[in-house]
């Protein structure tokens, strides 16, 4: 019995032939090819041609490997050996097309799969230096334009303080309107690309929704009601007024929300309303919604109206505001760090409905309202100094605008005696000739940037000299440079465009 099954399959796919000098077909087995006796092996296929060659030479068995032959309109991968032997010559042929077939299609997917892997990591590639491009992109031109916006807001407000006719005057508050919006788009820039890269962290605080409410109500009250538009705040009453969350990214996007609302909606009315969705332990999962009776937005355009710098190109009238397209993507960006996702419900015409669901946590019962909360803010006064003397301040900034409006604005308090330097290089060598009571210094200067001569400044073996004040007013805006320039040893650093009076204050801290 195993006889028969080893005839069955070990000679299945092997096939022999005896063939006489000339090639003439003696004998066969017929296995897969079925050969007609007294007919020559070189009518099965033009490689048997080969025979004619090799047959002086064949002391040896000869072999050739995957070899291709056709016969009878069908195609085999085979293997053929060779043999002289009494009675003539042996051919073996071994059918292993399958085998072939096979092992070839696992090489090729094995192959593919590898192309497809190289493909997926330059791809990868690719997307992370467009990525890194685009983050360094946003950075430096936040960083360039922060110069010349430092000096425009110094120059509004020294003319805001001087004697303007009505009109003027009107015209200097337009102005500080639109820096102010200008600020708040370098802002919005600085957090998208802030997002993108991972940098932004969220920083949960115990606040209260019902001042954060009040102050939004506030806000846009007052806008709505220059624009003809009724606007409303709606609160659940379940829901529990201390919270514990991020306060500033919700405002962050609720102000996003509200402004995207408003610049879309000519009439009509536009409602925040807060909706309690569950409340578990000390867990309260908010329904947040911003509706408005504005142009809408198409069907089409509600996946795209989330991206960075894209607008609402084809649904809204020739007369409406054009924006830049950030307050939504920035949106999308702070509430996937929060877990949670902007949806909108809408169409043209017909207004639009922007909605996220928001998980907040509740303290602790013993914690009450006014034991968080901070005293409410008291009408700002005139800053302030220790000393009714003069001052002595070395400004080192090399931008020549930013520098005027500096040096003048700091004159007109009456409070300083100013220096200035243009180089990095040359700042210790003023330390070291005069005694000043504050250096004022760009971080980014030429030749020995400012972070830099603070590392020096701090090092310097003579106390005069290494323990003097320094403030550093940068274009950058990262916290973590921020820390890179506090850890050099700088007192604080404020960020371009700063307040003048944030710049007095905060040189207030340290003049004694």
Known sequence: MLDQYQKEYATKNVQFILIDESGLILETDQAFLKLDIQTTIFDVHPFFYTFESIKDALDKELLYNCVHINYRNRDYVTDIKFARKKDGYLIIISDYTNHYTEYQAIAQTRNESIINGELVAIKNAELEEREKFKNSFIRNFSHELRNPLTSIISITKILSGTELTNQQQDMVTFLQQSNSNLKQLLDDILSISMISSGRLKLRENIFSLSQLFDLLQFTYKTKASERDIDFEVKVDKKITDLVEGDRLRLFQVLTNLLDNAFKYTQ?????????????????????????????????????????????????????????????????????????????????????????????????????????????????????KFKSDRKFRILLAEDDINVQTVLFKSLLDTNLFYIDLVSDGALIMEKLINDDYDLLLTDVNLPNVTGDQVARLIRDFPFKNIKNIPIIGITAYSYEDDFKAFKKSGMNAVLSKPFDHDELLKTMSKYLK
Do not use: H
């Open 267 to 383: 009439s009509g009315k536009i409602t925040l309303d807060i909706q309690l969705n569950q409340k578990r332990a000390n867990r309260l999962n908010l329904r947040f919604e911003v509706i408005d009776t504005g142009v809408g937005v198409s069907l089409e355009n509600q996946i795209t109206i989330f991206e960075s710098f894209s607008q609402l190109n084809g649904d809204q009238s020739s007369d409406l505001p054009k924006g830049t397209g950030l307050g939504l993507s920035i949106v999308k960006g702070l509430l996937k760090l929060m877990d949670s996702e902007i949806k909108v419900v809408s169409s043209v015409a017909n207004g639009s409905t922007f909605y996220f669901d928001l998980t907040l946590k509740q303290p602790l019962p013993n914690i009450t309202k006014t034991s968080i909360l901070a005293p409410r803010k008291k009408k700002e006064k005139k800053v």
